[in-house]
């Protein structure tokens, strides 16, 4: 399990921890300190997950711990960072409903744009970090395997099967709900380019398709068989300032 910390000075690292499942005993704790290099703000967060059986642990700002099952370090690696625009530094972030694990594959989809040191995390900003509305996908040695442009925030990240499926929201840094969906790829097809475009007929076989939902498909609104060929999205209506934006509504997709 992952944990978080509002402030390292104040609570101690974040960390992971492994338990006992016999036992209910700790068997390791592996601490992983704040990086103000990546991070917007002093809070960490810790997603986790196993992938190639190894421990894959995964930090709001960007860096991921590979751990062996005794909890040693075996790699790192860092997925995104912070980038420059005029006098401001442009983060971005994710957290554990942004991420996926499968048994080759680490999936990361950071979600908003921050300005380092605003105290607001709402606050609007003059530019989207390059990998904000976006879904990753690595080893765990930190190949970038391919990156493909949502435009909205995966709420949703789910590995069923040989497949990725992915239930968005709208875009939290413009508010444009044109990209709320399910969006669905193929993992066991190896990606021929890094960059994937769904207008580009090489990617296809990765990219197998979107369908637009009439509002967000929010926190854990997604669902799908084993084998991952049926699956079910639940959109909710939300709000932007007055007007409000889609339906209670269930969606029932098959893939063919």
């Not at 992971?16 to 002093?42: E, H, M």
């Not at 993992?187 to 990219?207: F, G, I, M």
């Not at 979107?210 to 079910?232: F, K, M, P, Q």
Request: aromatic share 10%.
């Amino acid at each position: 399990m992952g944990n978080y910390s509002y402030d390292d000075d104040v609570y101690g690292p974040a960390s992971v921890q492994a338990f006992d499942t016999r036992t209910g005993k700790k068997a390791w704790q592996f601490n992983i300190n704040n990086d103000p290099g990546l991070a917007y703000s002093k809070s960490t967060n810790v997603a986790v997950g196993v992938v190639e059986n190894k421990v894959v642990a995964i930090t709001n700002f960007g860096k991921v711990y590979i751990l062996d099952d005794n909890g040693h370090k075996t790699n790192e690696f860092i997925a995104f960072r912070p980038v420059k625009h005029q006098d401001a530094t442009i983060c971005t972030t994710v957290s554990r409903s942004g991420v996926g694990f499968n048994k080759d594959n680490i999936i990361i989809a950071p979600s908003k744009t921050e300005v380092k040191g605003a105290s607001n995390y709402k606050a609007k900003t003059s530019v989207e970090h390059p990998d904000v509305g976006s879904v990753m996908v690595f080893d765990t040695d930190g190949n970038l395997k391919w990156k493909f442009r949502l435009g909205g925030q995966a709420m949703n990240v789910l590995v069923k099967g040989k497949y990725l499926l992915l239930g968005t929201s709208y875009n939290p840094d413009t508010m444009d709900y044109n990209y709320c969906g399910v969006y669905a790829f193929n993992l066991a097809q190896e990606a021929k380019e890094t960059e994937l475009n769904a207008t580009e007929k090489n990617v296809l076989d990765s990219y197998i398709g979107y369908y637009h939902t009439d509002g967000a498909i929010i926190y854990d609104c997604l669902s799908a068989s084993e084998d991952g060929r049926v699956i079910c999205a639940n959109t909710w209506p939300t709000r932007v300032g007055t007007e409000k934006h889609g339906e209670h509504s269930l969606y029932m997709l098959r893939i063919k």
